[in-house]
């Protein structure tokens, strides 16, 4: 068993997003995105099988999908899709937000 304290990963970058891996395993990957307010992550999706979740863990802003998709996200919303499905998430303008990825399995 291990405990993660993600207070020690609490950090924003003006200029881009910041990026933390919390844990990586055979099993799965978890990593922290800090996104200062109005940072974007970039829509993507990736050539591999297995599943993506992304909690908002701080702030607001938004999970994006495919053709434009916006749904608004708030700390405690979990986002679960394909990994093979676009993805990515926009920091709302007047607020940072802090997000952690899971991917299982993790390639």
Same mark, same amino acid.
């Given at each position: 068993? $291990?405990?993660?304290?993600? /207070? *020690?990963?609490?950090?924003?970058?003006?200029k881009k997003f910041k990026r933390f891996l919390i844990h990586d395993s055979p099993y799965f990957r978890v990593l922290n995105f800090n996104l200062a307010a109005g940072?974007?992550?970039?829509?993507? $999706?990736? /050539?591999?099988?297995?599943?993506?979740?992304?909690?908002?863990?701080?702030?607001?802003?938004?999970?994006?999908?495919? *053709? +434009?998709?916006?749904?608004?996200?708030?700390? +405690?919303?979990?986002?679960? /899709?394909?990994?093979?499905? %676009?993805? +990515?998430?926009?920091? =709302?303008?007047? /607020?940072?937000?802090?997000?952690?990825?899971?991917? =299982?399995? %993790?390639?």
């Amino acid at each position: 068993m $291990k405990l993660y304290h993600l /207070s *020690e990963t609490r950090e924003f970058d003006e200029k881009k997003f910041k990026r933390f891996l919390i844990h990586d395993s055979p099993y799965f990957r978890v990593l922290n995105f800090n996104l200062a307010a109005g940072q974007l992550f970039p829509v993507h $999706k990736h /050539s591999a099988d297995g599943q993506v979740s992304i909690q908002c863990i701080e702030g607001k802003g938004f999970f994006l999908g495919d *053709e +434009g998709a916006e749904i608004p996200a708030e700390a +405690g919303d979990l986002l679960v /899709s394909d990994i093979n499905e %676009p993805h +990515g998430v926009r920091a =709302a303008e007047d /607020s940072d937000m802090r997000i952690l990825v899971t991917i =299982a399995p %993790p390639f």
